[in-house]
């Protein structure tokens, strides 16, 4: 049932928690500290004020009025200033991009998609759909009734729906047809989840049933980075991540991406950050 908190500068916090571990939060506020941890959520913020300074995954940016972000569990993020703001948090058994991606189209766009965290801006016709919705999902959160959960993940699909059409219309993504967007989506969902262990694309392709020259052509139509671009930096975000926010000695960090031995994993960070990692984590 929801639950309602109320905070010195928090103008709205509701959460619902379900019997099998749903977790729905939908907030409005003036910080970003949250309520509690929750393992594997996404989140979607959106900024109600111009100038709030982010870093995320150690990338320094500043967003305005109106802007939305959309972060996975690997984000890592660090506010330097933020005003008011929107903000929601759910988990898989709340609602699972991965079974409703078929409707929602989702799951790579908005989450998992090539850019690590996604930027979409509001404006015009768009705001005012996206501000009535919000203000339906705030009312249906102090709802009561054993359809809520039903109702909640309604208005949840709704949002994605609307801020998936606005992102492709916005990154001119409707170049590719479904099967291909299906393509890059599952793609870039499977090196989230396994670049620790593959590598390679060949190894992707076969998960994919596909041939890896398939694969490159693909990205190569849509002017994006290699397939193996898109691993190696995958991997490289991780290893900045466990550098900088972590005490883990360095072959560790390796062994945890994967590489076997030291010197190949430290020819490989130098490689694409121009420094060794010792370097790198020491300024």
Known sequence: ????????????????????????????????STTQSVEGALSMIWFCEDQNILTI????????????????????????????????RFN????????????????GVLFYGPKSFPTL???????????????????????????QLEMLQMMLKRILILCTRMFKSQEDLDELDKVQHDVVREFNYLVDQHFRNHHTVAEYAKLLNKAPKTLSNLFKKIGSKSPLQHIQDRIMLEVRRL?????????????????????????FFKKHEGISPSQFRSS
């Not at 972000?69 to 890592?76: D, E, H, W």
């Not at 058994?93 to 409707?103: A, G, K, Q």
Request: hydrophobic residues 35%.
């Open 1 to 32: 049932m929801p639950v309602l908190i109320l905070h010195p500068q928090i103008i709205t916090h509701l959460k619902f928690q379900g019997r099998t571990n749903e977790y729905f939060e939908v907030l409005e506020k003036e910080d970003y």
């Open 57 to 88: 995954d150690s990338e320094k940016r500043v967003f305005d009025k109106n802007e939305i972000i959309f972060l996975n569990p690997f984000n890592k993020v660090e506010v330097k200033e933020i005003k008011k703001h929107r903000y929601l």
């Open 92 to 107: 898989a058994p709340f609602y699972c991009i991965l079974n409703h991606d078929e409707e929602v189209g989702c799951k």
């Open 121 to 147: 801006l509001l404006k015009g016709e768009d705001l005012e759909i996206l501000e009535t919705v919000w203000k339906m999902l705030v009312l249906e959160m102090q709802s009561k009734d054993n359809l």
């Open 243 to 267: 550098l900088r926010y972590t005490d883990m000695p360095v072959s560790e960090i390796g062994y945890e991406v994967g590489f076997n031995d030291v010197q190949g994993f430290s020819r």
